[in-house]
């Protein structure tokens, strides 16, 4: 990733296990790309891994380049060291690379009712988009599921935003986790936006078959559940280094970039962030990834190697 040098300018508790922190350019004459609701940047963390985490402060963006970036992070019980290493690891006056915000997540502008559904720590780019929603005057509700109240980041922000369009569910309060099917047993709005943990966005999935394309979105924590048959093995070009080697069938483009020698920025290694997108300069591609819209797709242009493979005989990327 081209990386922007950044730095943290403050932290601190946003509800119980979560931590909020903005970072602003390291030279404080630098600008900060501007960035809309859903966006996301990479972060560098002090332990080598590169984590993805949604932008929370659209509205300070909207009139043009933000002083900082705003994140929230959730301690993940099974974090694999990036949300451990936010909490306990980087601090005020951490230094960091930080990647320019990219988004994968959009609000598409031709959806004028909107539901916004988040799970946890889901609710970072949801709340983007409430702000966004909001101040484009657009009608839209808003159903906020956590494990318990105390873990709810940004519900006062969102009550002053949403007033009585926002429904919040703590399972510990309910004795149950929230029932998304009977909320969405009619649909009442042209555009469902959804993220939050695995099964709560594969319960709305399987509840919205046969809505019309593109009226639900989602951002996913976790991959999916892969059906996809095992890959065969085809000829990967790097264009810019004039390198080239076959993907063998148990091995991912992305192995097989790194095994070049070739430098790739990744996060998740599982489809799911966007991290390793790259542009295609030609081939068939087998998406496989959890990011890219289905219009995305059908360009046949750009890929996550991670998981994405060719359908044909090679692929050459623009590397
Ligand atoms: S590394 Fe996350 S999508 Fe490839």
Request: glycine share 8%.
């Amino acid at each position: 990733m081209t990386e922007i040098a950044a730095k943290v300018v403050s932290k601190e508790a946003l509800a119980r296990g979560v931590v909020r922190m903005r970072i602003a350019p390291y030279q404080p004459t630098d600008i900060l790309p501007a960035f809309e609701a859903g966006a996301h940047i990479d972060i560098r963390l002090p332990n080598g891994l590169t984590r993805s985490y949604s932008l929370t402060n659209v509205a300070e963006a909207t009139s043009g380049n933000p002083a900082a970036y705003e994140i929230a992070v959730g301690r993940d019980a099974n974090s694999r060291g990036g949300s451990q290493t936010v909490h306990d690891a980087v601090h005020v006056g951490s230094r960091l690379a930080i990647s320019a915000p990219r988004n994968h997540f959009k609000l598409n502008p031709q959806h004028q009712r909107v539901l916004l559904i988040a799970g946890g720590i889901g609710v970072t780019p949801i709340y983007a988009m409430a702000q966004d929603l909001h101040a484009r005057g657009v009608p839209f509700e808003l159903v906020y599921c956590a494990r318990s109240a105390a873990r709810m980041a940004y519900l006062e922000e969102l009550r002053a935003l949403c007033g009585d369009k926002l429904v919040t569910h703590a399972d510990d309060e309910v004795g149950a986790v929230f029932d998304v099917t009977s909320l969405l047993s009619e649909q009442r709005w042209d555009g469902v936006y959804v993220c939050g943990p695995a099964p709560l966005l594969d319960q709305v999935t399987a509840t919205t078959v046969g809505w019309a394309d593109g009226t639900v979105v989602m951002e996913r924590f976790s991959a999916p559940e892969s059906v996809a048959a095992p890959g065969e093995a085809f000829t990967l070009a790097l264009a810019q280094s004039g390198l080239e080697t076959t993907v063998s069938p148990d091995e991912s483009v992305l192995d097989a970039i790194e095994r070049l020698g070739v430098a790739h920025p990744f996060s998740c290694r599982e489809g799911i962030c966007g991290t390793c997108e790259s542009r295609v300069l030609s081939g068939e591609i087998d998406h496989r990834c959890a990011v890219l819209s289905q219009a995305e797709k059908d360009s046949q242009t750009v890929m996550m190697p991670c998981v994405s493979r060719c359908m044909g005989e090679k692929l050459t990327l623009d590397l």
